[in-house]
């Protein structure tokens, strides 16, 4: 297991490397730069042109890109033009009510796709089974962004259910402002879950079916293990393996 984990880390260094090359090619490519918007009448073309070569937008791409990875190594991620502000101290301002949403959107895809992919393979061919794989398919093939937008009209504008906006209720503190947060938190969270299943539970599913013809279940049956203790304790447990690797 270890040597996998050490192995796919390894495999990630120069996939980010790349990707990294990849993103700041394609970010070279667009039209303009962040100077464009102050091209005006009144505005001298030689002063833009200054700002441009005090930027360093004149040099070579490959110069651009170094400094531009040892700036971010360093934490410095440049300066907003329409904020006025450092990148980094924006990002450390909204990063928290990301890391959140991630969190709970982890928990919630577990929640769901966990029982959903045991039952679907213990049950194999039957009713549940079709309509766990149907689900699959769809999480799979419907685009997150259209998903969240139908959700927030229906449970947010429609229903009310959920608030449509903001990450907390003004004028609370303490565990008020954490029940408020969580519930600001739910529908997108609930929503990323729905249509984040997919993998997992086509995995599980598959090691279940796989799991239940091994010969410790066999054994463990011919023992007279009840069958809700063999797939808790010996299918899940074998089957759950291949599944965190695949999240690593």
């Known amino acids: 297991m270890w040597k996998t984990i050490l192995r796919r880390l390894l495999l990630m260094i120069p996939q980010v490397i790349i990707l990294s090359i990849l993103i700041f090619l394609i970010a ?3 039209p303009g730069d962040p100077f464009t918007g102050l091209i005006n009448p009144n505005q001298d073309p030689a002063v833009i042109e200054r700002m441009r070569e005090a930027a360093g937008l004149n040099d070579p791409w490959y110069t651009q890109y170094f400094r531009w990875i040892g700036n971010a190594l360093k934490g410095d991620f440049g300066q907003s ?8 101290t924006l990002l450390a301002g909204r990063i928290s009510n990301t890391l959140w949403l991630s969190l709970l959107t982890v928990i919630l895809t ?20 079709k309509v766990v794989v149907v689900y699959n398919f769809f999480s799979f093939a419907v685009p997150l962004f259209i998903f969240a937008l139908i959700a927030l009209f229906i449970f947010g504008y429609r229903l009310a259910w959920f608030p449509t906006g903001g990450s907390v209720a003004p004028g609370v503190s303490g565990m008020a402002e954490f ?3 969580l519930y600001h938190l739910l529908l997108p969270a609930i929503t990323s879950a729905l249509l984040g299943t997919a993998v997992t539970i086509q995995y599980l ?9 091994l010969d410790f279940v066999r054994t463990a049956r011919s023992k007279g293990v009840p069958t809700n203790k063999v797939f808790s304790r010996h299918v ?9 690797l695949i999240h690593i």
């Open 28 to 30: 070279q490519a667009m």
């Open 81 to 88: 033009f329409i904020f006025k502000l450092p990148v980094s």
């Open 110 to 129: 577990y929640v769901i796709a966990i029982p959903l992919g045991m039952w679907a393979g213990r049950y194999q061919n039957s009713l549940l089974d």
């Open 179 to 181: 029940w408020s947060r």
């Open 205 to 213: 599913r598959s090691e279940v079916i796989d799991s239940k013809s």
């Open 236 to 244: 899940f447990r074998n089957a759950s393996l291949p599944l965190s």
